[in-house]
């Protein structure tokens, strides 16, 4: 763990940051996901040295949610640690998010996005985080069976309490996404952002109409999971590893899914973005960003080196018009 830590007076020398949408928040390019590794069982020094690693290259935000460890809550308690320690003063140099809507505790009211689940759910998250207010609060995804407006007029009061700065949606498509908006703009409330899944290999909110719906009404986006829970990187060019989170979990990539097309697509990716100058991952990164509708791209990493691979993708060119149509003609045949 890094006593004493003194953050490096170069940190905003290189990271970009792009406003949020129509708001006056900015976020890095490259902001630091804590989804995995920040677990109950994992490296405290560790998760340290990832943290102090992102902050002195720029990476400004931290992204959680309540149920994020494993075990549930272990994230947001390992990062208070850290906030209280390592981050003590950094506070208002940081941007903190974190979400409520999936599973959190038993019972009838501790998942989806009831007003008493959202609020109790914060509640809790401040006091794992040692924090006063979060900057953004999000509601982690679609509730089929609670009203819409119960789900906005909580996060409204969220914003109101003092409790967050901000408030965003995560996993919804683009018409609930619209709606949505519709109603916290007659509260005046400040949502700006929305955070979903996309990836070369996944271009769901292209389709659903999240992508076009938040250009349309000024709001922002921050993509998870850019990486295709690691298949656009090194590890799959040669087949699939036995050490692999494919192999291990199988509960997000499933083995079964890695099949000889997909190995095939991966090493052609590889071809373009090595003729870039830059590695599979990077360029993966960088097509996220590859236009003004995204905001920031949220990594993971089991170690401080990942992190600094990735965060070099602000030196990188952007990706030309053929290699988009040559990576579109791989993917999408």
Known sequence: MQKNYIPSPE???SMIYNRVGKSGLKLPEVSLGLWHNFGTND???????????????????FDLANNYGP???AAETNFGKILKTTFAGLRDELVISTKAGYDMWPGPYGDFGSRKYL????DQSLKRLGLEYVDIFYHHRMDPETPLEETMLALDQIVR????LY???SNYDGATFARATSILQQLNTPFIINQNRYSIFDRTIEHNGLKDTARKLGKGIIAFSPLAQGLLTERYLNGIPNDSRAVKSGVFLKREDITQNVLAKI???????QEHGCTLSQMALKWILKDSDLTSVLIGASKPSQIVENAKIVDIAPLTKEELEAIDKIVLQ
Do not use: P, W
């Open 167 to 169: 408030v965003g949606i």
């Open 11 to 13: 940190r905003y020398n």
């Open 119 to 122: 609020i109790a759910s914060l």
């Open 43 to 61: 490296n405290f020094t560790n998760m340290v040295e990832m943290c102090t690693t992102a902050f002195d290259l720029g990476i400004t935000h």
């Open 267 to 273: 090493q052609a990716l590889n071809a373009i973005a």
């Open 161 to 164: 309490s003092g409790k967050a």
């Open 71 to 73: 075990e549930y809550g």
